[in-house]
């Protein structure tokens, strides 16, 4: 075996364990809660799979934890991968929600200055129209 190859499997081993045992141990909760397992949940689950491999490396990079304790964190990421991904999901419609509500409002008093500009050039046109104002606006 080469080297890189064994520093791979060193490196990152543990966590592909606790992966495996994060996901089956979520699927296991999942049956156990009466929830039907459909093939499109586990290739959402599959999609989902390298963001949590990179949180579980981050989290254990932090951490500073090998071996053994790698795998349980990254397990412990994978089962709780579904609160995380919808946390994170809620959290980017709320500041979506409020960019689109404020940029609404901005777009919103942009026209409604452009509407009062239109009404007044239109009101002083027929005031000169009619008399009541001066042509130069002495």
Not at 102 to 107: M, T, V
């Amino acid at each position: 075996m080469s080297p890189w190859f064994e520093a791979a499997i060193d490196r990152y081993g543990w966590i592909w364990i606790g992966l495996t045992f994060g996901f089956a141990a979520k699927y296991a909760l999942l049956l156990k809660q009466g929830v039907r397992i459909r093939p499109v949940l586990v290739f959402a689950d599959l999609l989902i799979l390298p963001m949590v491999a990179l949180i579980a490396y981050w989290v254990i990079t932090q951490a500073g934890v090998k071996g053994e304790g790698s795998a349980l964190l990254t397990a412990a990421a994978t089962v709780c991968a579904d609160r995380i991904v919808k946390l994170y999901t809620e959290r980017f419609m709320r500041q979506v929600d409020a960019l689109i509500a404020d940029e609404a409002s901005r777009r919103k008093a942009i026209i409604r200055e452009e509407m009062q500009t239109e009404l007044s050039a239109e009101r002083f046109v027929q005031d000169v129209a009619s008399g009541k104002r001066p042509m130069g606006g002495e």
